[in-house]
């Protein structure tokens, strides 16, 4: 058995958390852990570490490399699958079982399961027993986890439950987000599981329903390999569930109630923290009622008779939303896309495939001060800048640096003045993570001046 972790999307449902550079499935919500590694270590309960893959863009390719490193120091890069093109499930799908079989050389009946990066779980040891039934008893059926509702939610999807068999029960019909009073009926009915986006077959039965229901998907899927890719922007973006699910008779649902939610929203969010007592003290909220504060810098937030308010900062953008109105974001991420403002894509921290940096000071005349963090073993690429000089100051860990013509290993303390039109580079031989302090100087400092000679992650000039 194997698993694909699907974690390609960049949704601004969690702005200005989730960010284009930064999406929600790398944030650290309610645990020490992003929402993939915690998604990755929860299917580990299942099958080995080896056996889970993960399908992303080429731009959050090492996001996913690096974060799944900390928690899997084995990781192999083999098990990541990079999109040619971002096109919905459906496509990403194909792509994860044209590689699976094609690349890994998995058995066409080996079962299969899919599930997205960037969901909570409450009760981890029930959803892996779930998945544990579901993959060994799935059979010759397109299988999805169905969640038992707990109230009559209208953000999520619907399915219809028929008779049941066995170990599952086979789904009547697909139900797209309902209004309040359609899916108060369905909750109160008791004959609707929420759809969680999570789906189990091999390859032989996929194919087969791709050929009945998705002929389009299946011819692409019959091209080699090569030409598979270089094709692959011709397909149109279309989820799994219009391509296959809802269309086909041997879909079946594995009904449980393992505590989930897709992280929707901030009101989502809110009620996250509040089962899980996730109360940070530091924020003072006087005179003040339902009112949930987070704040990614760890400044305070204080609040002076204010009631039914989220308020979220993240290091360059303070939001405030009344509770309730979340699925409005989209109006702020629609404005600020049309403005071309660079909040909507972008943090101040920055991440890299070598590792992240902060913008601590910009002075875009004159001056700019970054904090640089490099991972074990990374290096940035060897480089000049022609309009700006750098000095660099090691904070944390042991610098390996290439400046101009001589090549020295930086400590603690430690530092080196690299001027305009200079050759450098900068490396951590170390095992633990290298923390610079970087400040330019000159007329033009954006991150466009910049000539690459050497790099480690296919970057060159």
């Known amino acids: 058995m194997h698993a694909v972790i699907l974690c390609g999307g960049s949704g601004t449902r969690l702005w200005p958390l989730s960010r284009k550079n930064f999406p929600k499935q790398f944030l650290k919500l309610y645990s020490d852990k992003s929402l993939l590694q915690e998604t990755f270590l929860r299917m580990c309960r299942v099958m080995k570490a080896g056996d889970v893959y993960f399908v992303t863009n080429q731009e959050n390719y090492f996001n996913v490399f690096n974060q799944i490193r900390e928690v899997y120091p084995e990781m192999d890069k083999r098990q990541i699958i990079i999109e040619p093109a971002s096109l919905n499930t459906a496509p ?8 699976l079989s094609t690349c890994a050389k998995i058995g066409e009946r080996d079962p299969l399961i899919f599930l997205p990066a960037d ?34 939610v209208t953000g999520f999807g619907y399915i219809e439950k028929g008779t049941k068999k066995g170990a599952y029960i086979a789904a009547k019909s697909f139900k797209e987000k309902p209004d309040l009073v359609t899916a ?3 909750f109160a009915s008791g004959k609707y599981v929420w759809n969680g986006g999570i789906y189990l077959f091999n390859a032989e039965t996929f194919l087969g329903e791709l050929k009945k ?30 391509a296959i699910s809802e269309k086909s008779d041997r879909v079946v649902i594995f009904e449980s109630d393992f505590d989930w939610s897709d992280i929707g929203s901030f009101d989502v969010l809110l009620e996250i ?25 760890g400044k305070m937030i204080a609040t002076l008779g204010i009631d039914d308010a989220i308020i979220v900062e993240s290091n360059d953008v303070v939001f405030v939303q009344k509770r309730g109105r979340s699925e409005d974001v989209k109006k702020i991420v629609n404005y600020l896309k049309e403005n071309k403002r660079k909040e909507v894509d972008h943090n101040i921290i920055v991440y890299r495939p070598w590792g992240k940096y902060e913008v601590l000071i910009d002075n875009p005349a004159s001056h700019k001060v970054k904090k640089i963090t490099v991972f074990p073993g990374a290096s940035l690429s060897l480089q000049s800048h022609e309009r700006r000089s750098e000095h660099w100051v090691v ?12 090549p020295m290993i930086l400590h603690e303390n430690e530092s080196t003045y690299i001027p305009a039109k200079a050759l450098h ?13 970087e400040v330019q100087t000159g ?12 790099d480690d992650y296919g970057r060159l000039s």
């Open 184 to 186: 108060e009926k369905y």
């Open 119 to 152: 969901h909570y779980i409450g009760k981890p040891e029930e959803f892996a027993e779930t998945v544990k039934i579901a993959l060994e008893s799935v059979g010759d059926n397109i299988g999805t986890i169905g969640i038992t509702p707990t109230a009559p």
């Open 425 to 437: 580079r900068l490396s951590n031989p170390g095992k633990e993570n290298l923390e610079i302090i």
């Open 213 to 242: 229901y998705a002929p389009k998907l299946f011819a692409h899927y019959r091209k080699p390999y090569e030409e598979f890719l270089e094709d692959f922007d011709q397909l149109d973006p279309e989820p799994i569930d219009t």
């Open 443 to 454: 007329n033009y400092l954006e991150e466009d001046d910049i000539a690459r000679y050497k």
């Open 273 to 297: 923290a509040k089962k899980n007592n996730l109360v940070d003290t530091k924020h003072v909220f006087m005179d003040s009622d339902n009112v949930f504060a987070h704040s990614e810098s």
């Open 395 to 406: 904070v944390k860990g042991t610098a390996s640096v290439i400046n101009g013509e001589n």
């Open 92 to 99: 990403a799908i194909l792509l994860a079982v044209k590689y």
